[in-house]
Each structure stands twice: as C-alpha cells, then as structure tokens.
C-alpha cells in the first residue's frame, strides 16, 4: 500500500544549489501536485499536473520547476535555492472526478542555508 | 484571488469540551473537504461534503456544507485527545482545482 511516495524526506541545501524532489504514485492518478506548507500558511499550491506530459503553475511557482515525463512520477526542481524556498513540500495526487479525494504523500523537509 | 477563510487559526481546549471551526468563502464550491493532518505526516480525508445543506457524521465529528455552498463548519462534540491535529478544509471548484483555508491547529488537553 505504498500510495504516494516523496524522496527525500529530508535535505539541507546551501543558498544557490539545487535539487530535485521525487513523487511517485502507484493509483494511476491523472492529477498530481505540489504544495509547500509554512507555519500558520496552510498549503500552497506551486505547480500541478492534469496529465502525463502536462504542467501547469499554481499560486507560488516562482523558483521551481516540474516535469511529468511519465504518469506516475512528478518531480520537482530547485534550480538555485533560496533560503525563502526553506519549509515542507508535500506531493498529493487525485483521480478524475470533482468529490475525489486528494492522496498525499509524507513530506520533505527542505532547509536552505 | 479566491480565498476561503478558516477560523479560528489555534483552538486549545480541555478534553470532553465541544467545539466548531468554520470555512468562510464569497466564492461558490461544488462541493468541500475536510482534512486532518498529523505531525510529520500529510493531510488525510476526513470527509466530502457536496449538497447545500449537507450534514454528515463521522462519530463525534459533524460535518455541515451551508445551503448557497461557499461555507462549511465542524463540529466536534466532547473532544479527545487523540482529536488534536491541524485541520484543513477544501473548497473544489473543478476535477482538480481546490481552494486550501490556511488551517486550524487543535489541541485537546487530557
């Protein structure tokens, strides 16, 4: 029952590297995103995905990047981190279908210094 | 900027004590979930509600979508502690838009 995987769990980065979190989902959801959650922000959404091949930003998408080469895989990239970029990332999926419900993944922890 | 308000943000309170959170929006939903998350783990579905009007229990927890569908409320009848986590409720506006309320963090103390 793995559901929704994110790796790593955990990173610390320096201010300008980069990174790439992983998201895999074996449901075969057509929708996939990713949220990044601050203290007393709730979930912001950075970039979703309605498909394979398909992208889309969301509310906070300045500083990242995503790619959906393959349906059950949704990556997301930090090409020069900023200390700003430091919180939890979660990757959730949903199927077709208003009521669906939203899968999520663990989380991954990203400090950057 | 659609928004969906949540309040109250932190609500502490005894075990046994009843309690509600609301979502508030100006904008229209097809329908609304609420969601419980645990430290270091990700939201979780706690229920969806899709008719105006809509109540739905889950034990202790009432669930209420309001008649012109832009708010929603839960209520918690005699907390337990193992009721306390953040709380987050969803506004759905399509197949796979969501409007997030920024969460009310509940803790229950025995």
């Known amino acids: 029952n793995a559901g929704v995987t994110q790796t790593p769990k955990f990173r610390v980065l320096k201010t300008g590297q980069s990174m790439t979190l992983l998201c895999a989902q074996d449901m075969n959801h057509e929708y996939m995103y990713w949220y990044r959650q601050d203290p007393g922000m709730g979930l912001r959404l950075i970039h979703y995905?309605?498909?394979?091949?398909?992208?889309a930003k969301g509310e906070v998408p300045d500083g990242y990047n995503v790619s959906r080469l393959k349906k059950q895989n949704f990556l997301l990239g930090l090409e020069s981190a900023a200390p700003s970029q430091t919180s939890v990332y979660f990757c959730?999926?949903?199927?077709?279908?208003?009521?669906?419900?939203?899968?999520f993944g663990e989380g991954s922890r990203l400090t950057v210094l | 900027t659609q928004l969906l308000e949540q309040s109250p943000q932190f609500l502490s309170i005894q075990e046994g004590e009843n309690l509600t959170v609301y979502c508030n929006s100006s904008?229209?939903?097809?329908?609304l979930q609420w969601y419980r998350q645990e430290p270091g783990e990700g939201p979780v579905l706690l229920v969806t509600v899709v008719t105006g009007g809509e109540v739905k229990k889950l034990k202790r927890l009432t669930f209420q979508f309001g008649d012109a569908r832009k708010d929603s409320s839960l209520h918690i009848t005699a907390a337990q502690p193992g009721d306390t986590g953040l709380y987050l409720c969803?506004?759905?506006?399509?197949?796979?838009?969501?409007?997030w309320g920024a969460g009310t963090k509940l803790i229950i103390k025995p």
């Open positions: 959730a999926s949903k199927d077709l279908g208003e009521t669906g419900e939203l899968f």
């Open positions: 904008s229209v939903f097809s329908s």
């Open positions: 995905s309605v498909g394979e091949g398909t992208t």
């Open positions: 969803a506004g759905v506006k399509s197949n796979y838009q969501l409007i």
